[in-house]
C-alpha cells in the first residue's frame, strides 16, 4: 500500500466527509488517521490514506477533487511514508489565554522548540468582542525526559508574562485501569 | 495459580455482557485467583475484569492502594455481581485500558459510590468508594457490561492514540 497525506478545505456544511470518503472508497483506499474540525466557519480535515500500490498522488487528487468540487471543498494529496516518525508521547497540556496579541503562539512554539518539546496537538480558538478579542490555545507537548518540566514552566511564564496573558503548564495524566 | 493472558479488543468477549457469577464455586474462587494474579504480574496494573482473561463471568479483581493518588482504599478486593447503588460527583480524568493500549480517551466517572458485591469468600458487601478507586470499580465493571472506555469518550477529540510510532 502507498500512503498519502491528504487535506481539504471549505465552507462548512453537510456531507463532505460522505463525498470525500465515498471516493476514497472508489479507488480502493483505506482510511487511516483523521483529524477534523471547523475553524470559523470552514470545515478542514486532514487524512493519512493507503491506497493500492500504483496509484499516484495526481490521480488519487482527481478523484477526491470531483468529488469534492461540486461542494467547493480545496483538496491537496501529497505522499508520505507512513509511521516512519518517531513520535513521543505527549505528557503536558500547556493552556495560554489572554488578550489577542501578535506573537503568542510564535514565542512559545519557539521556546518549545529550542528545548526540543515537541508540540503533538494543537488548538487555538479566536474569541470575545470585537472590541475585546480574546484568543484561547490548548497544546498537548512531549517534554523531553532530559529537560526540567519545572523549568520549561518558569521560561514558558516569563514569556506570558511578558505578553500579558495567561498560561498554564500542567502534567497529562493518564490512568491505566 | 496461572497468570493469564490478557484479552485484547477486537476479542468478542469484551463487547459481551458477562455471566452472572452466582453462588460461590471452587471454580468462583479460583477465577478469583487467577484475577488477582494476572493483575499482579502487569506493571501498574490496579484493577482487572474477568472478560480481560477471556471470562465472560461478573468477576472483577481491584487494588487501589499502590496508587499515589489513592486516599482511602479497602486494599486488595475480588467482587463478584458487583451493583452500583450510588453515584455522586463526576469528574473527568484520561484512562488507558490493557485491552485497549493503544488509545486513550477522557472519561467522566463518578468521584464517589456505593457499591454492593459479593467478596472473595461470597459474602455480600456494601463498599463505599471514594476517589481513584471508584474509578477503578467503574471501569472494571463496565468491562462487565460490554463497555470500553471508548464508549464513554466525552467528545470526538477526547480520543488520543498512545501508540509511539516508529
Known amino acids: 500500500m502507498t500512503h498519502y497525506a491528504v487535506t481539504a478545505i471549505g465552507v462548512d456544511r453537510p456531507g463532505i466527509v460522505a463525498a470525500l470518503t465515498e471516493a476514497l472508497l472508489e479507488v480502493d483506499g483505506n482510511l487511516e488517521d483523521v483529524a477534523s474540525t471547523i475553524l470559523r466557519g470552514h470545515f478542514s480535515m486532514m487524512l493519512v490514506v493507503s491506497v493500492p500500490d500504483g496509484s499516484s498522488a495526481d490521480e488519487l487528487e482527481r478523484a477526491l477533487g470531483q468529488a469534492a468540487w461540486p461542494l467547493r471543498v480545496a483538496i491537496t494529496v501529497r505522499d508520505v511514508e507512513a509511521g516512519e516518525v518517531v513520535r513521543l508521547r505527549a505528557t503536558h497540556y500547556l493552556v495560554v489565554y489572554g488578550s489577542d496579541r501578535p506573537g503568542i503562539v510564535a514565542r512559545l512554539s519557539r521556546l518549545l522548540s529550542e528545548r526540543e518539546a515537541n508540540i503533538n496537538d494543537l488548538s487555538c480558538r479566536l474569541v470575545g468582542s470585537e472590541e475585546s478579542p480574546v484568543y484561547a490555545m490548548i497544546a498537548e507537548v512531549a517534554v523531553p525526559e532530559t529537560l526540567d518540566a519545572e523549568a520549561l514552566g518558569e521560561e514558558i511564564q516569563a514569556i506570558a508574562d511578558e505578553l500579558s496573558v495567561d498560561v498554564t503548564l500542567r502534567p497529562i495524566e493518564i490512568e491505566s485501569l | ?166
Open chain 2, 1 to 166: 495459580m496461572p497468570v493469564r493472558d490478557v484479552v485484547l479488543y477486537p476479542n468478542p468477549v469484551l463487547k459481551r455482557r458477562a455471566d452472572e457469577a452466582g453462588a460461590p464455586t471452587e471454580a468462583l474462587r479460583a477465577l478469583g485467583q487467577d484475577l488477582v494474579d494476572t493483575m499482579r504480574a502487569g506493571p501498574a496494573t490496579v484493577g482487572l475484569a474477568a472478560p480481560q482473561i477471556g471470562v465472560s463471568q461478573r468477576a472483577l479483581a481491584m487494588d487501589a492502594s499502590p496508587h499515589p493518588k489513592t486516599t482511602r482504599t479497602h486494599g486488595l478486593l475480588v467482587l463478584f455481581d458487583p451493583v452500583v447503588l450510588e453515584a455522586h460527583d463526576p469528574d473527568l480524568l484520561r484512562e488507558g485500558c490493557l485491552s485497549v493500549p493503544d488509545l486513550t480517551a477522557n472519561v467522566r466517572r463518578a468521584r464517589r459510590i456505593l457499591v454492593r458485591a459479593h467478596d472473595a469468600v461470597g459474602e455480600e458487601r456494601v463498599y463505599e468508594m471514594e476517589g481513584f478507586e471508584a474509578r477503578i470499580l467503574l471501569h472494571e465493571l463496565d468491562h462487565l457490561d460490554g463497555l470500553l472506555m471508548l464508549d464513554r469518550a466525552a467528545s470526538s477529540s477526547d480520543l488520543f492514540a498512545r501508540r509511539v510510532y516508529r
